[in-house]
């Protein structure tokens, strides 16, 4: 690794030209033989820890009962939307255990890249120096150290990536006038002149310091830029490469003009360093949608070949493709093996989350894996989606997360069961394991914009005092108070008692153990109630689906009623499952196992018994929001 020596032993590379690539596999970290293997965990480095959590106590009482008298609703929402809140790279690090223990394989991290020096772009995706990490981060040697200790616990990690547009390092220069969103101007035509800024957001004529317009000096240039202004980012066919939502700035974030071939190559040679630099396991790539089809494919297919020197055989690369499954399909259809699969941000992330509070009939979800769905059959058989139930944007649907109108703690467990045990790489995002909900009901009615801001799926789990102050410089912002989950500041809420947290912890355990979970083909399971026929049943009842590998059987059944118990006689595979069948997950004794007192408990055999040449496993009385799992062949 001597390549990652002189790297660090050097200040970053101001020029692309400084970098000289590893060539060989030498002592890089291999890529696993199939994705479908791993379970992800997305999280905001900014949002998630500081490391610091061992000088603060951990939230247990009710959030009221922490909260200071002179609290302030409009303080704690400045803080979040404006504020960087003091996640650290050093922090995530100090959290691998906890991961390891809730089941987690691979950490997607939310863009550690510089940020500029005065901007509020705590969630990263304004970048001004594609070659260094933010300070507020903490270092490259941290990021180095990070994937290096994550590896010796088996855990992978993926950088999050943006190569459609830089962040907001020039202005418009329009008649001699400074503008920051000028009017879109459709293609070929351009707007002729740029203005940088420096580390203080002035217009300067030529940059010097490294807070001064973007870095690496490639990337200096303003015909690397597409300079159209701001358009609509949904306007034009998603095949078209020149259509204004490809063209168009992202706001103030400055489009590459990607169909520049230089500038593709200077992006991928960024990005190719990061790989070589830090061994990590793959790239998510934000803003797929606003480059072409035909660009995306150079790009993903130029990191996918030099990751492949590197013994990276299967470098996975996720990309986040807007507007719905029809768009994300089309990007999967014409990169084919260059992209391993696209983020599940677009329709079906609602529906998971209606069926999983029993709102929605199940088919809605499973349809979605049906021959004639957009997304293909069994969607490809589950290695080209990644499956998300909460996010940091909300594309789609209200922006809240699951658990802040969830009927139990651990309603959640649902949709996670939905994703884990559904074909598809699933993801769970930071928080979801302590249920994090934003403050309770009571209090919402004062909260500015709950519901229609992202503000509030991004609370910071690490719970600090104070934000940062503005500027990179480490102080704290001392009159307002920190982001903190469910509405406070200074409690964290890294909590393995967590009754969410054991039974996801439960569930990733036998996720490991049975290759059918992970690979099987899939079934959603008639059943049927008090005598009825064997038939599908609509919203609010249980929802029972087989995973069927060669000849295993694994049958999992979550009871979507967030209030009553549910039950039914739920028909398996006569020719597999004809004698009994073996409890093998039961998230209610996953939370409780001193107390469970139910008649499933894991290691019970049920009896596969007949009706009308039906074979079937009767379920009776599963608990609201509760999930169990049974097979064939107990491991
Ligand atoms: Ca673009």
Known sequence: MTFVKYMLSNERPESLRDIILPRDADGYYPSPADWRDEVLYFLLPDRFSDGNEHNRPLLRQHPSEVRPHNWNWQDWFNSGSGCWQGGKINGIRTKLDYL????ITAIWIGPIFKQRNLSGTYHGYGIQDFLDVDPRFGTRE?????VYEAHKKGIRIILDIIFNHSGANWDYLIDGNIVSEPDYLDSPYKYKDIAWRNNWEQPIDGISGKGDGVWPRELQDKDCYTRAGKGDLGAGEIEETTAQHKR???FSFRDFDTTNNQVLTFLAECYKYWIALTDCDGFRIDTLKHVSLEEARDFCGSIKEYAVKLGKHDFFLVGEVAGGDYNANRYLDVLTHNLNAALDIGEMRSVLCDVARGLTDPQAYFNGFSWNDVMGSHRKIGNRHVSILNDHDHVWGEKLRFSSHASSLHQVIVGVALQLFTLGIPCIYYG?????SG???SERVWIPYWGNSDVYLREAM???EHPLDEG???NLKNDLPGFGPYGTSGYHCFDQEHPVFKRIASLNEIRKIYPSLRYGRQYLRPFSILDSPFEYHGAGE???????LDDEETLCIVNSSGSETRGGDVMVDAGLSNYKMTVVANTEQAADPQNYRGVYPVGAQVDVCWKDGVAYVPIRDLPPSEVIVLTNYPR
């Open 439 to 441: 403050p309770e009901e």
């Open 472 to 474: 990179d410089n480490g």
């Open 542 to 548: 249980i929802i029972p689906w087989a995973r069927v």
């Open 142 to 146: 941290d990021l180095v150290w990070l």
């Open 248 to 250: 168009t700035d992202f």
């Open 462 to 464: 690490f719970g600090p």
């Open 100 to 103: 390891n223990d809730l089941g």
């Open 432 to 436: 979801t394991e302590q249920a994090l």
